[in-house]
């Protein structure tokens, strides 16, 4: 984008320590929590693939989205959807609902919103966006081994969970979830599956 500007902006500071090395004339990136972005009319496209299922209040994003667009701006998102991630949540709650765990999830809040695609499309609906369209996506995911399979489950999937896990407990929660999983998820051929599903998301001030 030789004429254009690129902000990139991440709730963590290490996301941003890391992205600050290829900063140039053009492109930076801040620290910045999604619902406390105040910009106004400042971006043609404000775009995000596969993050805004961390954030709970859409509502509160299209608002803030909506007021950062200039005229004639466009919104363009991508994230987790209802029925992603299915086997994972379900031996997780297994896991967590154990006598020897589950008092440490009294308070706990369930970190992601996963819509269903009706629910996501009147909550856009109901903002002041024009030309919508949105779309569900299927990415199912065949991990090629059981360890890359344990990787994604040590980042980012189990870490909500595992820090609320008190310190003797952590290594035997994340060996049963593990053990679990691959119950579950591994195929004859070694690899492991997962549903993965994305809504997709378009729109224009």
Same mark, same amino acid.
């Given at each position: 984008?030789?004429?254009?500007?690129?902000?990139?902006?991440?709730?963590?500071?290490?996301?941003?320590?890391?992205?600050?090395?290829?900063?140039?004339?053009?492109?930076?990136?801040?620290?910045?929590?999604?619902?406390?972005?105040?910009?106004?009319? %400042?971006?043609?496209?404000?775009?995000?693939?596969?993050?805004?299922?961390?954030?709970?209040?859409? %509502?509160?994003?299209?608002?803030?989205?909506? %007021?950062?667009?200039?005229?004639?701006?466009?919104?363009?998102?991508?994230?987790?959807?209802?029925?992603?991630?299915?086997?994972?949540?379900?031996?997780?709650? *297994?896991?967590?609902?154990?006598?020897?765990?589950?008092?440490?999830?009294?308070?706990?809040?369930?970190?992601?919103?996963?819509?269903?695609?009706? *629910?996501?499309?009147?909550?856009?609906?109901?903002?002041?966006?024009?030309?919508?369209?949105?779309?569900? *996506?299927?990415?199912?995911?065949?991990?090629?081994?059981?360890?890359?399979?344990?990787?994604?489950?040590?980042?980012?999937?189990?870490?909500?969970?595992?820090?609320?896990?008190?310190?003797?407990?952590?290594?035997?929660?994340?060996?049963?979830?593990?053990?679990?999983?691959?119950?579950?998820? *591994?195929?004859?051929?070694?690899?492991?599956?997962?549903?993965?599903?994305?809504?997709?998301?378009?729109?224009?001030?």
């Amino acid at each position: 984008m030789p004429n254009g500007y690129v902000l990139g902006i991440d709730s963590s500071q290490g996301m941003i320590n890391t992205a600050k090395e290829i900063e140039s004339h053009n492109l930076s990136f801040q620290q910045l929590s999604i619902n406390d972005v105040d910009f106004v009319d %400042k971006f043609d496209i404000i775009f995000s693939n596969a993050t805004l299922h961390w954030v709970l209040d859409h %509502k509160l994003l299209l608002a803030n989205s909506y %007021k950062a667009l200039k005229q004639n701006g466009i919104i363009r998102f991508n994230f987790a959807g209802d029925g992603n991630c299915s086997t994972f949540f379900t031996v997780i709650k *297994e896991v967590m609902s154990l006598k020897e765990f589950k008092d440490n999830f009294n308070e706990f809040q369930w970190p992601w919103y996963m819509p269903p695609i009706n *629910e996501y499309t009147k909550l856009v609906d109901s903002c002041d966006f024009n030309n919508i369209k949105i779309w569900e *996506e299927n990415a199912d995911r065949f991990f090629s081994t059981k360890d890359d399979m344990i990787k994604w489950i040590d980042q980012p999937s189990i870490v909500p969970f595992l820090k609320l896990v008190a310190e003797g407990q952590k290594d035997k929660f994340r060996n049963i979830v593990i053990n679990e999983m691959t119950k579950r998820a *591994e195929q004859t051929d070694g690899r492991c599956f997962e549903t993965f599903r994305r809504i997709n998301v378009y729109a224009k001030k």
